[in-house]
């Protein structure tokens, strides 16, 4: 034990229980806290030193790492009401308070409050929530809205889009429809002209079944193969590389989508509501709309056909058709800057810059140093001294202000 080092008693709590009864030990809270980042150097953390001489709560407090969420709990959420259809509860949001009404009616699978939690989804109701009054909803069955017990009809599908623009007080509103919830806006527009002001259509389509005077409709077969699908494999990630291919390696958005299948839709309703889209046709319905449509489809979509998107523009009066490049089925995948653009150009006549996702900024440091009255660098007390020269130096800092305060009882 050498002259003037101070010794210190070994810590104690590096495997002995803490406050709340649990072995504590560095390692394991590190490897927790990395998991699945590459290691303890990928994030700057290192295993202590067994002989560090720090407090153990701070060395507790600065070894607990949280792991990242996939999901972002903490986003504010617009609130959640609910419309009222013939008894049957719909849920809905609005978000934003001015510009043109905009009704956005997402199909496959959805959940109000689980959508929020994917930055890209958010981001993409932001951005519209910019230049409209974004009124979102859940169609029956499926997120917060009342669940399903038989297949439900377009006219039934109708009612509730009308019911929600009666809640929000909206005489007269933008439809967007997407894959199955499509069929419903086109019998909206064309049925309600007086509640209709455009129509805008996404991966969509005017009958779902395969006829010899409809032959993209889906055959039996597919039928079948979706049915199997939805029993043996509902609410996993694997569904992810047939509707979304873009993001099949983004694990998060992959675990997101997954959560976003078992919260927003049970089996059953998935099932029934695959015999609703199977049975619909609108075909009859698409001469009468008068409402301005802009239909869009991406190119490569594997579930529904771009040409049956190509079939809708055809036979809509003035209707904008639009191919998007991207192989995905999945609302939520692909190029949502670029769809929020073609929507904010229909809807206001316009378009604007979205909202950058990375900022760059510039951090500087700088250090202070001190000097003595020579203009030299002062050292640190007790850095490079012994203990006696670190008492002589504070004394010597220490010396001005007796002599100011000696100066001033006279």
Same mark, same amino acid.
């Given at each position: 034990?050498?002259?003037?080092?101070?010794?210190?008693?070994?810590?104690?709590?590096?495997?002995?229980?803490?406050?709340?009864?649990?072995?504590?030990?560095?390692?394991?809270?590190?490897?927790?806290?990395?998991?699945?980042?590459?290691?303890?150097?990928?994030?700057?953390?290192?295993?202590?030193?067994?002989?560090?001489?720090?407090?153990?709560?701070?060395?507790?407090?600065?070894?607990?790492?949280?792991?990242?969420?996939?999901?972002?709990?903490?986003?504010?959420?617009?609130?959640?009401?609910?419309?009222?259809?013939?008894?049957?509860?719909?849920?809905?949001?609005?978000?934003?308070?001015?510009?043109?009404?905009?009704?956005?009616?997402?199909?496959?699978?959805?959940?109000?409050?689980?959508?929020?939690?994917?930055?890209?989804?958010?981001?993409?109701?932001?951005?519209?929530?910019?230049?409209?009054?974004?009124?979102?909803?859940?169609?029956?069955?499926?997120?917060?809205?009342?669940?399903?017990?038989?297949?439900?009809?377009?006219?039934?599908?109708?009612?509730?889009?009308?019911?929600?623009?009666?809640?929000?007080?909206?005489?007269?509103?933008?439809?967007?429809?997407?894959?199955?919830?499509?069929?419903?806006?086109?019998?909206?527009?064309?049925?309600?002209?007086?509640?209709?002001?455009?129509?805008?259509?996404?991966?969509?389509?005017?009958?779902?079944?395969?006829?010899?005077?409809?032959?993209?409709?889906?055959?039996?077969? +597919?039928? &079948? %193969? #979706?049915? /199997?699908?939805?029993?043996?494999?509902?609410?996993?990630?694997?569904? $992810?590389? @047939? *509707?979304?291919?873009?993001?099949?390696?983004?694990?998060?958005?992959?675990?997101?989508?997954?959560?976003?299948?078992?919260?927003?839709?049970?089996?059953?309703?998935?099932?029934?509501?695959?015999?609703?889209?199977?049975?619909?046709?609108?075909?009859?319905?698409?001469?009468?709309?008068?409402?301005?449509?802009?239909?869009?489809?991406?190119?490569?979509?594997?579930?529904?056909?771009?040409?049956?998107?190509?079939?809708?523009?055809?036979?809509?009066?003035?209707?904008?058709?639009?191919?998007?490049?991207?192989?995905?089925?999945?609302?939520?995948?692909?190029?949502?800057?670029?769809?929020?653009? +073609?929507? &904010? %150009? #229909?809807? /206001?006549?316009?378009?604007?810059?979205?909202?950058?996702?990375?900022? $760059?900024? @510039? *951090?500087?440091?700088?250090?202070?140093?001190?000097?003595?009255?020579?203009?030299?660098?002062?050292?640190?007390?007790?850095?490079?001294?012994?203990?006696?020269?670190?008492?002589?130096?504070?004394?010597?800092?220490?010396?001005?202000?007796?002599?100011?305060?000696?100066?001033?009882?006279?």
């Amino acid at each position: 034990m050498g002259k003037g080092r101070a010794t210190h008693p070994r810590p104690r709590a590096w495997n002995t229980p803490d406050n709340t009864g649990r072995t504590w030990n560095p390692d394991q809270w590190v490897a927790g806290a990395t998991f699945g980042s590459g290691g303890r150097e990928a994030v700057g953390v290192r295993s202590p030193s067994r002989t560090a001489h720090c407090p153990v709560d701070l060395r507790i407090a600065s070894l607990r790492w949280p792991c990242a969420p996939v999901h972002d709990s903490r986003v504010n959420r617009p609130k959640t009401t609910y419309a009222w259809s013939d008894g049957t509860a719909i849920a809905y949001q609005v978000v934003g308070a001015s510009g043109p009404d905009l009704l956005f009616v997402p199909g496959s699978v959805t959940h109000l409050e689980v959508q929020w939690e994917e930055p890209r989804v958010r981001r993409f109701f932001n951005r519209l929530a910019s230049f409209s009054r974004l009124i979102l909803m859940d169609p029956r069955g499926l997120g917060l809205s009342d669940r399903l017990t038989e297949v439900p009809t377009v006219d039934e599908r109708v009612a509730d889009l009308l019911s929600v623009l009666d809640a929000t007080e909206t005489q007269r509103a933008t439809l967007f429809g997407n894959a199955d919830t499509g069929p419903a806006c086109i019998a909206a527009a064309a049925l309600h002209p007086d509640r209709v002001d455009g129509l805008i259509l996404l991966g969509t389509y005017a009958k779902g079944g395969w006829d010899e005077d409809y032959p993209i409709g889906w055959t039996t077969e +597919e039928w &079948e %193969e #979706f049915r /199997t699908r939805v029993k043996e494999g509902w609410g996993t990630s694997d569904s $992810v590389e @047939t *509707v979304a291919p873009s993001l099949a390696h983004d694990e998060a958005f992959r675990q997101w989508y997954a959560t976003l299948a078992r919260l927003g839709a049970s089996p059953r309703a998935v099932l029934l509501l695959g015999e609703m889209s199977r049975a619909v046709d609108v075909r009859p319905l698409l001469s009468r709309i008068a409402a301005p449509t802009l239909v869009m489809h991406r190119t490569g979509d594997g579930l529904n056909s771009v040409e049956a998107g190509r079939y809708l523009a055809e036979r809509i009066p003035g209707a904008r058709w639009l191919e998007m490049p991207g192989d995905d089925f999945a609302l939520w995948s692909g190029d949502l800057d670029a769809l929020a653009g +073609e929507v &904010e %150009e #229909f809807l /206001t006549g316009h378009r604007g810059a979205a909202e950058p996702t990375h900022v $760059v900024a @510039t *951090v500087m440091f700088h250090r202070r140093r001190r000097f003595d009255r020579t203009g030299c660098r002062a050292r640190k007390p007790g850095v490079g001294r012994s203990p006696r020269g670190a008492r002589r130096a504070r004394a010597n800092r220490a010396a001005p202000l007796r002599r100011s305060r000696d100066r001033y009882r006279r």
